[in-house]
């Protein structure tokens, strides 16, 4: 037998290998035992089979719910909600010239009664957004109409396609087909997801592409760790071994999977500007993973490994790739004339001859980077006073939701029955399920726990992912903001709600008693949650409700 002893010898300050350096480099998922798949009869090859076909068919079916959800009815109500007068509006003029127009103050009431009778403005429109979001609403909008239906189709195909992007992502991270199904049926389940999906608003968007970008970059985390763990040495006995040489000086290579995470972060970044900050939070992220894979594969110096091997080729995979993406996004704008009849802006260099250092700068660059000055000035110093607006501190536990769409049916219109009382509700509430949310602040620290403790690096990841949606919003303590924004970290919830769940249920050595324990307490928590949103869809859905059930569904005195 060779003796490992003549390979290459890892630094004494890297921890004691296991037996496999790959397994921990590249571990499998769980799967169902086999005296399961046994005691239903199944061979142990059709086992496997199997659990591959489930590995899509259960994502499938959940997404499959979920669009039946977002889409039931998605034309209703047939009105012009919430900034829906923004959006909507905007995204049919971005599809119809490449830029925004300056719409009437009172067109939306026209736009519902007959939208092929409204004239595209000639006027630009100044707007404090980039254009990707508007893009894809157009998109539909040029699919289907310049119609409630039309343009609320992206966002929930969107809507739906991340509830299935989140079972594949959950099984990637948690390693489990299970638990990535059920994080992506939390997500289906989601009051605030469900509303976003089915409204014209940015954030949705934003949600999507910053989800895309995490799961390109758990697909790249596993691909780098797979061809690291096939560069070790194996002894006789079919172990792979650790080695210093291989873990600090190999060239892990060509990585699109994290290219493709910077075209959605750009696309991400060209729908709202905190799409930037989630691109700062991934990008350290990425590159501390590449340390920690020359960690476990016997690097003395994983840092100075990555930082020589790794970290400038992700920076030149991620940011500058965003960046151009981003700069591609304003086409419409760019292409537009100059002469005063393009985008908003776009003729300011004309009119300002450049001198000095940024003369050699294009006029359309100088003019999109004084209209984006003017943007950040407005974005910054947006404090006026809102009837809906919250500070983040309140988002977690639900305290002021957004009502989208309110109005009161006569009795005998509109499904409102002919009572004594008279009186009904119809309303469309941006509103988290409440059980899932309040369930999900114990998973928050669960993770936090798992992370800080166990130094498990997939609550490290939902953590991340979480704080980069979240926490940038506590710096703007005086400016008008809205629980919405919420949205674009509702995944990293549901991630770490499930991965609590898992907890809950027992590892796969537990005794029997301990699983049939945990698997009654979780199936109690997720059929609770699963009510409270059957409970709350007539106000997820503008459904007419008698005053007394509506009432019924204002828990707190601040959700009315």
Not at 178 to 206: I, K
């Amino acid at each position: 037998m060779t003796s490992t002893a003549t390979l290459p010898q890892p630094s004494a300050t890297t921890p004691p290998p296991l037996d496999d350096v790959r397994a921990r480099l590249v571990p499998p998922y769980a799967r169902p035992s086999a005296h399961l798949w046994a005691a239903l009869g199944v061979r142990a090859r059709a086992a496997g089979t199997l659990e591959r076909v489930l590995a899509w068919v259960g994502p499938l079916a959940v997404a499959l719910v979920a669009g039946v959800l977002r889409f039931w009815h998605l034309g209703r109500p047939k009105a012009v909600i919430f900034d829906e007068t923004y959006y909507a509006k905007d995204a049919w003029a971005t599809i119809q010239q490449g830029y925004e127009a300056s719409w009437p103050k009172d067109i939306d009431k026209s736009v519902i009664a007959d939208p092929h009778g409204v004239a595209l403005p000639l006027d630009p429109g100044y707007v404090v957004h980039p254009p990707v979001g508007k893009w894809v609403i157009g998109l539909g909008e040029w699919m289907f109409g310049f119609d409630p239906f039309g343009w609320r189709f992206m966002t929930a195909l969107l809507g739906t396609l991340s509830v299935l992007m989140l079972c594949r992502i959950g099984r990637r991270l948690l390693r489990s087909t299970f638990l990535g199904c059920l994080a992506g049926a939390l997500l289906a389940v989601d009051g605030l997801h469900l509303v976003m999906s089915r409204t014209a608003l940015l954030d949705l968007v934003l949600m999507f592409f910053v989800l895309a970008a995490f799961g390109c970059l758990l697909v790249d985390r596993d691909r780098a760790r797979a061809r690291l763990a096939a560069a070790l040495p194996v002894d006789a006995e079919g172990r792979t071994r650790p080695d210093a040489v291989v873990a600090e000086s190999l060239r892990l290579g060509w990585r699109p999977y994290r290219i493709l995470a910077g075209v959605c972060l750009g696309l991400a970044f060209g729908t709202k500007w905190n799409g930037l900050v989630v691109l700062a939070f991934f990008g350290v992220l990425t590159v501390l993973w590449d340390a920690s894979a020359r960690r476990v594969a016997g690097g003395g110096a994983p840092y100075r490994a990555m930082l020589r091997r790794d970290a400038l080729p992700a920076f030149l995979s991620v940011v500058p790739v965003a960046v151009g993406v981003y700069l591609v996004s304003w086409a419409g704008w760019i292409l537009s004339p100059d002469n005063g009849k393009g985008g908003y802006f776009r003729d300011w260099a004309a009119k300002q001859p450049a001198d000095g250092f940024w003369s050699f700068l294009p006029d359309w660059l100088r003019s999109l980077w004084h209209y984006e000055t003017e943007v950040y000035k407005f974005h910054v110093g947006l404090t006026s006073g809102h009837t809906y607006e919250s500070n983040p501190w309140s988002w977690l536990v639900l305290g002021r939701p957004v009502s989208y769409f309110y109005e009161s049916p006569a009795p005998g219109t509109d499904g409102c029955p002919v009572t004594e009382t008279g009186k009904c509700a119809r309303e469309v509430l941006a509103l988290g399920t409440p059980l899932l949310w309040w369930s999900a602040c114990f998973a928050v620290l669960y993770v936090l726990w798992r992370w800080f403790f166990r130094r498990d690096w997939r609550a490290g990841a939902i953590l991340c992912a979480l704080a980069a949606g979240y926490l940038p919003w506590f710096n703007y303590q005086e400016r008008t903001i809205f629980y919405f924004y919420a949205v674009v970290f509702v995944p990293y919830l549901c991630l770490a709600l499930a991965m609590m769940i898992g907890a809950l249920l027992g590892p796969a050595g537990s005794s029997e008693r301990r699983r049939t324990i945990g698997a009654i307490g979780a199936g109690v928590l997720v059929l609770l949650i699963v009510w409270n949103f059957i409970y709350f869809w007539p106000v997820y859905t503008g459904q007419t409700l008698p005053m007394d059930s509506w009432r019924g569904r204002m828990w707190l005195d601040t959700w009315v």
